[in-house]
Structure formats: structure tokens, C-alpha cells
């Protein structure tokens, strides 16, 4: 090890002395930053965490309505619409004669709308008749707790 | 009728007798109930109904089970049967997915998310830049204690532990501040989602994949903003600190 020259080290510790004499703005307090400062950039470093939070909990719901959309209420894996009409019972047994398939429903109807009490009418819906015993809807949610359309399922 | 459907028109709710107007022509009808349907606006009744009011009883539908799940064999189904329906004479207009349509939907309403956690990411930028201004300030207004540490034996190391150990607990306490900051914050971002897009479920409390998510940031904010700072601490020269005024 070195040793350090006398001059040198008499010429620290007189500064070190020096230093800790002082009482400069500098060291008699305002050695930490700001209270202001402070409070800014934690305030902006929270804010940024919880729009980063709330924006992933987004996520999480928009996935979460999707699945309550399709997972549970849709119980069918793919729709065929036709060039033309045809009878319910020929789409049913040509749809039934392809390997793989599990079940058939056949929905015939047309778009309707609402007339309201103002003589206005609303916005058009398909309105359906359906054929077949896919019961494609769980009803889950019906008048007076789901009688009305409990018995639905091919049999209505 | 479905869920989208009661949404849509109030006035077809439950109970309620209403004039409904198919093919031009005038039909009353009563709702028997609100079901779970999909994403739809349609409504159902019985298909002798449907014959009667329209004069015409076929249909242009069908909605199809496969025996097996799984993508590549819904694909495989859904090709056979436009084929085989073809070679019967039932010309098909188009075939879709269940699976394809929420994939759809998913990605269009979760590319909506996205550009949040861009601009959450983005504010979180700030505020390691601000993290990183506050920290370069006191490493200047310690000048005179760092030289004073350096001149008590302290390693370049330690100071730089001193700089990034402060630069850690703000981050950290902005970390704390966030997570309750975020519910209140879910709760609005999710009923405004609902009102343009489509309705869901607020979250009542952080979730836990997003309090990790956020910590791992903190910290990576963190060492990002300090570095600098306590880069900056360990290249004063003693004798330079000790005569910082």
C-alpha cells in the first residue's frame, strides 16, 4: 500500500473539517431533494403505475366479457348461411350426412322491427323460427326466473 | 330475444306486448324472456310462428356442432360441409367459425386495451424521468457529503448503493401509492369501456398478475432513472466534493 503523502493528507482532513464546520444552506438540510420535488415525481410515478394497472385489469375484463359472450351462451361451433331457402328437414339431413358433424339446428325467418307508440320504428333484428334439437341457448336468464322458456329445446 | 336485443330497444322487455313489422306487414308478438346469446341481436319464437307470418317456412341457416373440438378440426369440418352442401345443391353463401368471429371481436377490443397500456407505459416513462431529474439534484446538493464519505473510506460502490437505495424506496413508495390508486382508476377506465364499446365487469382490486407486472416495471424504471445519478456520485474527485460550497 501507498502511503499518502503528509501534505496531502493534512490537506484532506482539513477540508473534511472544514466540511463538517459549514453549515451551508447545502448541508443543513437541503441535502435531500425538495419536498415539492418529491411529492412530483412520486405523484407522477403513482400515476403512471395505476393507469399501467387499470389498463391491464382492462385487459383482463375485456376477456373475461368475451368468454360470458361466446364461452357459455354460444354452443354451437359454426354457422353456413345458403344462396337460397330450403326446406329445414333437406338442410338437417345433408348437413347431418358429412363425417364429424354433431348436431344440426336450422334457423328460417326474416328481419323485423319494432314499432313503437310513436308510429317510428326501431332498429331491424333477425327474427328466428328455429328447427332442430341443438338447443344452441342455455337460457339462463327469463321471465320470473326461466319458466317461460324452460321447456325450450326442440320442444317449445 | 337476446341480451343485445333488450339493450338495443327498452322497449321490448319482458312481459311487454309489442308490434313487430316482418316482410311489411304488422304482427303482435309478446317477450317471454331475455337470454344469454352471444354477441347477436336477434329474436326467437317458434318456427310455425315464423310459417304463419311470413307465408314461407324454409330456412337459409344452419348452425352446425362438431363431434370433436379444436381449431384444426372445426377448419377441416367446415370446408367438408360447404363442399358435400355444394355437391347437393345447397349453394352456401359463407361459413364462419364461432372460434374465428370471438377472435375477431377479441382482438379488435382488446387492440383498445392496447393503446392504454401504451400510454400507461409511456406515463411511466415520465415518471423515471422525473425519478432520474430528482435523483441528479441530490446527488449535486450532497456534493460536500459524498466527498465527505469518500473521504472516511467509502467505495465508489457505496456511494453508488446510496444514490440507487434512495432512487429504490421512492420508486417503491410510488409502487405503493399506485396499487390502491389503480382501483378506483379500473373502476372508471371499465365503465367508460362499457359505455362506447362493450360492457365489463370492473375490477375491484388490483389484480395480482398486474401488481407483479407493475413491481417488475418499478424496478427496471428505477435502476434505469438512478443509474446515471449514481454513475454521476462516484466520478466527483474527493477534493472537489469537500470544497463544494
Redesign the interface.
Known sequence: MSAVPERTKS??MG??E???A?R?P??AG????SPA??A???A???????????????????????E???G?????????????????D???S??R????????????????????DDGL???G???????GT?G?????????G?S??ATYGGS? | MSRRLAADEPALHPGAFVTLVIGGRESASEVVGVVDMGPGTSAFTAPEDVTRVIGDSRARVAVVKSARAGVATESDLIQRLRRDLEERGLAVESGQLVRASRAAMEDHLLMVAGFLVLMSQLTVVVGGLALASTMSLAVLQRTREIGVMRAIGASHRVIGLVVLGEGTVVALLGRALAVPLSVPMSVAVARSFGRLMLPVPAGMAPEGGAVLAWLALAVVVCLAACAWPARSATRIPTAQALAYE
Do not use: Q
Not at chain 1, 30 to 33: D, N, V
Not at chain 1, 136 to 144: G, I, T
Open positions: 490537506r484532506l477540508a473534511v472544514s466540511a463538517s459549514r451551508s447545502a448541508a437541503a441535502g435531500s431533494p420535488r418529491m412530483l415525481t412520486l407522477t410515478l403513482a400515476m403512471g403505475g395505476a393507469i399501467f394497472m387499470a389498463s391491464l385489469d382492462l385487459r383482463t375484463s375485456i376477456r373475461g366479457s368475451v360470458e359472450l361466446y357459455h351462451a354460444v354452443r354451437y361451433d359454426m354457422s353456413l348461411r345458403f344462396v337460397e331457402p330450403h326446406a329445414a333437406s338442410i338437417v345433408a348437413v350426412a358429412t363425417e364429424g358433424v354433431g348436431d344440426v339446428e336450422v334457423w328460417s325467418g326474416a328481419n323485423a322491427w319494432v314499432k313503437h320504428l326501431g332498429n333484428f333477425p327474427w328466428r323460427g328455429s328447427h341443438l344452441c341457448w342455455p337460457f339462463r336468464c327469463s321471465r320470473d326461466g317461460a322458456l317449445w
